[in-house]
C-alpha cells in the first residue's frame, strides 16, 4: 500500500472564504480575483470581506476601520509578559506566546470582535518585541493611520512611503487566505474541539513559522546571498539540487502553474526596484531555477511560489529578515480568523484515523 502522507487531496471542509486553484494559477477570495484586490483596495476593506461576507460601503469602511484602529493597544498582561520575555527569543516564539496568553480572555464560541482585536494587537506585539530586541522604546499606535502605515510606523517611528504602504498592503491582502493551508488546518482543528479563537491561532503561529510555510522568504535572501550574482546562479543551483536540496521559495502542494500570488508580487516589486541589482538577480534566479528544476525534477511542475516575491518586496520595503514570517502572520491571521468563524458555523470535532503498521502483540 502507498504511504499515506501529508493528506494530499484530502477535502477537510467546505468553505466560502478562499479558492485555490492550482492547475490554472487561481485564487479567489469570496467571488473576487485576489490580484485584483490586492492593488485596489486596503487591508481593513479585505479583512471585512473575508469576516463578513462582502465588501463594505464607504460607512461600513469608515467605522469598520475605526474598530480595528481601537484595538491596536497591547493589553496589559501581554505588554508585561513582553517586557520580561528573553530578548533572543524569535519573534514568531514571542507571538505565539503573546496570543496564547490573550486565550485566557477568549472563550468559546469565536466572534467578529474576536477576530479584531486579535488582528488589530497582532503588528502591535511584532512592533513592540522587535523594537525591543533592538534596546528600542516603543512606539504607541497612531489610530489615525491605515493598519498597513501604522504597522510600518510602529516598527520604524517615522511617516512610511505612500509607495512602501501601497507595496505591503498588496502582499498583506495576497497573504490573507489560502484555503486549507498548514496553520489554517491547525488552526481549525484546534478550534473544532471548541477550544477558543486564541488558543487556536496559537497553534497556527506554530505551524507558520516552520521553513516549508511562513518561514521561507528569510531563507530566499539567504539563497540569494549565498549566490551573490547572476554568473554564479547555474553552478550554485546545480550543486544545491545534486545535493537533494531544496530550493527555497520554489514548487507548492497545490500550484502546479505560476503561483497567482507571485505573479502580483513580482509585479508590486518591479514597481518599487527598477534599478536594484539584488531585484534583477532574483529574476535571474527565478529563470535559470526554473530550467535546472525542470531538468532535475521533471514533470514536478516546481515554479516561485507567493515567497519567493514576498522576500523581494519586503527587502524593498527594508523589513528586516526577521520580520518576514511574522508579517506574513499579520497578514495571515485575517484568513484563520475567518476560518474559525465558519468553523464554528458547522464544527464537528477533527478526528481522523491512522492506519496501524506497528507489531501485533504475540
Ligand atoms: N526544490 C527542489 N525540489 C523540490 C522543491 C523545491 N523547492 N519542492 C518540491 N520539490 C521536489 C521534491 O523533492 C519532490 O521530488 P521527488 O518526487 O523526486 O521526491 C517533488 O518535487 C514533490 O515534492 P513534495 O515534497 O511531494 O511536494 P509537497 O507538495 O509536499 O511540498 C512544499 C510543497 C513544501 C512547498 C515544497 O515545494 C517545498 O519544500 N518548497 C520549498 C519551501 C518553500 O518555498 N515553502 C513555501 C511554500 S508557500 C507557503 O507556505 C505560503
Not at 493598519?147 to 509607495?163: F, I, R, V
Amino acid at each position: 500500500m502507498a504511504k499515506v502522507t501529508g493528506l494530499d487531496g484530502i477535502v477537510a471542509a467546505e468553505t466560502d472564504i478562499g479558492h485555490v486553484d492550482g492547475e490554472n494559477g487561481h485564487l479567489i477570495y469570496r467571488g473576487y480575483w485576489a490580484k485584483e484586490l490586492a492593488v485596489h483596495y486596503e487591508y481593513e476593506e479585505i479583512a471585512h470581506l473575508l469576516w463578513v461576507g462582502k465588501l463594505p460601503d464607504a460607512s461600513e469602511k469608515q467605522q469598520f476601520t475605526a474598530r480595528l484602529a481601537s484595538s491596536r493597544e497591547l493589553p496589559l498582561t501581554v505588554r508585561r509578559l513582553l517586557d520580561n520575555i528573553p530578548r533572543e527569543m524569535p519573534i514568531m516564539s514571542v507571538l505565539q506566546t503573546a496570543i496564547a496568553l490573550l486565550s485566557g480572555e477568549f472563550s468559546w464560541p469565536p466572534t467578529l470582535e474576536q477576530a479584531i482585536s486579535l488582528t488589530a494587537v497582532v503588528p502591535t506585539i511584532i512592533a513592540y518585541s522587535y523594537r525591543s530586541q533592538l534596546g528600542l522604546a516603543p512606539i504607541e499606535p497612531d489610530n489615525q493611520l491605515s493598519h498597513t502605515a501604522n504597522y510600518l510606523y510602529m516598527l520604524t517611528g517615522k511617516q512610511p512611503e505612500p509607495a512602501h504602504i501601497k507595496a505591503l498592503n498588496a502582499y498583506l491582502i495576497l497573504g490573507m487566505e489560502h484555503g486549507m493551508n498548514a496553520s489554517t488546518f491547525a488552526a481549525r482543528v484546534v478550534l473544532s474541539t471548541q477550544s477558543d479563537m486564541a488558543s487556536a491561532v496559537s497553534a497556527a503561529v506554530g505551524a507558520m513559522k516552520g521553513p516549508l510555510h511562513g518561514g521561507a522568504p528569510t531563507e530566499v535572501i539567504a539563497m540569494l546571498d549565498a549566490i551573490g550574482n547572476k554568473e554564479h546562479a547555474e553552478a550554485w543551483i546545480r550543486q544545491a539540487l545534486e545535493r537533494g536540496d531544496r530550493l527555497m521559495g520554489f514548487g507548492h502542494r497545490i500550484y502546479k502553474t505560476r503561483d497567482p500570488r507571485a505573479e502580483a508580487l513580482r509585479h508590486v516589486t518591479e514597481a518599487l526596484s527598477s534599478n536594484d541589482p539584488w531585484f534583477d538577480l532574483a529574476i535571474h534566479v527565478e529563470k535559470t531555477a526554473i530550467a535546472l528544476l525542470e531538468e532535475y525534477k521533471p514533470g514536478r511542475r516546481l515554479y516561485t511560489n507567493v515567497e519567493f516575491f514576498a522576500a523581494s518586496i519586503m527587502r524593498a520595503i527594508a523589513l528586516p529578515s526577521e520580520l518576514f514570517t511574522p508579517t506574513f502572520t499579520a497578514a495571515r491571521v485575517v484568513g484563520w480568523s475567518a476560518h474559525l468563524l465558519e468553523q464554528a458555523q458547522v464544527n464537528r470535532i477533527f478526528r481522523p484515523q491512522s492506519v496501524y503498521t506497528g507489531p501485533m502483540p504475540e
